[in-house]
């Protein structure tokens, strides 16, 4: 009952971050979307995830307010509203078509088709000695995963600080407007 | 920012480090690990940043640490998996499991926690940096 309403909450976050005119407002709203799902992720009992997604939210509002509102960018719709709005219907209803089979075919909610986690709950602790199940999956089990994960992350650290390096190659300076830091 | 934001980023900004660093240490323990702690401590030095300006920041932990951090992480998870390798099978627990609930169990998943959090804090922390001071050049020019 109460995740209902935090759902909801999330759904009209959402809608109004693209509605409203303000950048600043619309990145409040999404903000308020991370923070309500936090919250549902812990009404849920998953406190891992809840803690990572408001950690992650945080730095993610800063960055949007910092580094995306200062720029004056020009704000011309690509394409006309009739036509962006038809695109949208028609990306939704191949979304649809294709989601309801898919959703057909789900286990239903608390019995998964997967029996592999019950395992993980029973000898977790003995298997890894760690405390925190989560953990013990993250690190532990599917160690390869979380390999793969940190990998991403940095390829694309190292993607950024290769598009908005100061300094290009040899030591010289770019000349357009790459450079950062000095105000 | 004015001197309210800059006292009470002083009085608050090391229990947040040191919070950080609890979330990560404890990350077999209690809910948490090395990626949420991580990102708490980019957001100490974020805070520090916000507060204080970009020489502050430099000061504290210049770039090119971030840099080094980033990488010192990234090949420290990548170590202890290939140290589990020499025992047979990447990613092996090789370390003594210990008591459960001690702060010092669970083999490998505490280091891993701590190269986890050195990656993903110093990776994040150069991207604010990276971001939030780009300037284009139509914007120097004003």
């Given at each position: 009952m109460m995740v209902d309403v935090l759902l909801i909450l999330m759904i009209v976050g959402a809608i109004i971050a693209l509605e409203v005119k303000n950048l600043l407002s619309a990145v409040v709203a999404v903000g308020t979307v991370g923070l309500v799902l936090s919250l549902v992720f812990l009404l849920l009992q998953a406190p891992d995830v809840a803690i990572t997604q408001l950690a992650v939210e945080i730095i993610t509002v800063i960055l949007l307010i910092r580094a995306t509102l200062r720029l004056e960018l020009p704000?011309?719709?690509?394409?006309s509203r009739p036509v962006g709005i038809l695109t949208g219907l028609c990306f939704a209803a191949v979304f649809l078509i294709l989601l309801v089979p898919g959703l057909k075919e789900l286990p239903a909610?608390?019995?998964?088709?997967?029996?592999?986690a019950q395992t993980y709950l029973d000898q977790g602790l003995a298997d890894t000695?760690?405390?925190?199940l989560v953990a013990s999956v993250l690190l532990d089990y599917r160690a390869y995963d979380t390999l793969g994960e940190a990998t991403v992350l940095f390829a694309a650290v190292i993607g950024v600080l290769t598009v908005l390096r100061a300094q290009g190659r040899k030591g010289k300076q770019v000349s357009k407007g790459a450079e950062h830091g000095k105000e | 920012m004015t001197v309210v934001v800059k006292t009470v980023t002083r009085l608050t900004v090391g229990l947040i480090f040191l919070y950080g660093w609890y979330i990560v240490v404890h990350g077999h323990l209690t809910p948490g690990g090395g990626f949420v702690g991580g990102i708490i401590l980019a957001l100490s030095f974020v805070h520090l940043t916000l507060a204080f300006g970009r020489d502050a920041a430099e000061a504290t932990l210049p770039a090119r640490v971030t840099g080094l951090v980033e990488g010192l992480g990234a090949l420290l998870f990548v170590g202890i998996a290939l140290l589990g390798f020499l025992g047979?099978?990447?990613?092996?627990?090789?370390l003594p499991k210990g008591?459960?609930?001690?702060?010092?169990?669970?083999?490998?998943v505490p280091p891993a926690n701590i190269a986890i959090c050195l990656k993903v804090g110093a990776g994040l922390f150069s991207v604010f940096l990276a971001l939030v001071f780009f300037r284009f050049d139509w914007e120097r020019r004003k």
């Open positions: 704000q011309s719709p690509l394409i909610f608390g019995s998964p088709s997967v029996r592999v000695g760690a405390a925190n | 047979g099978v990447f990613f092996r627990n090789f008591e459960p609930f001690a702060l010092f169990s669970a083999g490998i």
